[in-house]
Nanobody, 126 residues
Framework: QVQVVESGGGLVQTGGSLRLSCTAS????????MGWFRQAPGKEREGVSC????????YYADSVKGRFTVSRDNTKNTLYLQMDSLKPEDTAMYYCAVGSKYTFYFRLKSTDYKYWGQGTQVTVSS
């Protein structure tokens, strides 16, 4: 059974930083691309970033490019999202998702992801 669990969310002031973590179990973590998505109240879920299974390739939404950094440690089955220079518009529930095996897409399409976590809340105060 695949389990995906996010952590690290919280309340931070504008300009601050947070680091989200995500662990995935029940599958060969180092074989799957991984992604981060977010959903703000009243808005559709949007892609934030993704990373290939072999850590060689990353992709970011324009809204977070230059501020967020995705990484992973395949020895720990863990995905990370370092979020710097946070803005109030970054406030959302952040979700980690398991993508395709040995495949990486240069896009952030939720239907490319099969397994999802329950989310971790990030709130940026102005």
């Amino acid at each position: 059974q695949v389990q995906v669990v996010e952590s690290g969310g919280g309340l931070v002031q504008t300009g601050g930083s947070l680091r989200l973590s995500c662990t995935a179990s029940g599958l060969p973590f180092d074989s799957y691309s991984m992604g981060w998505f977010r959903q703000a109240p009243g808005k559709e879920r949007e892609g934030v970033s993704c990373i290939s299974y072999d850590i060689r390739t990353t992709y970011y939404a324009d809204s977070v490019k230059g501020r967020f950094t995705v990484s992973r440690d395949n020895t720990k089955n863990t995905l990370y999202l370092q979020m710097d220079s946070l803005k109030p518009e970054d406030t959302a529930m952040y979700y980690c998702a398991v993508g395709s095996k040995y495949t990486f897409y240069f896009r952030l399409k939720s239907t490319d992801y099969k397994y999802w976590g329950q989310g971790t809340q990030v709130t940026v105060s102005s």
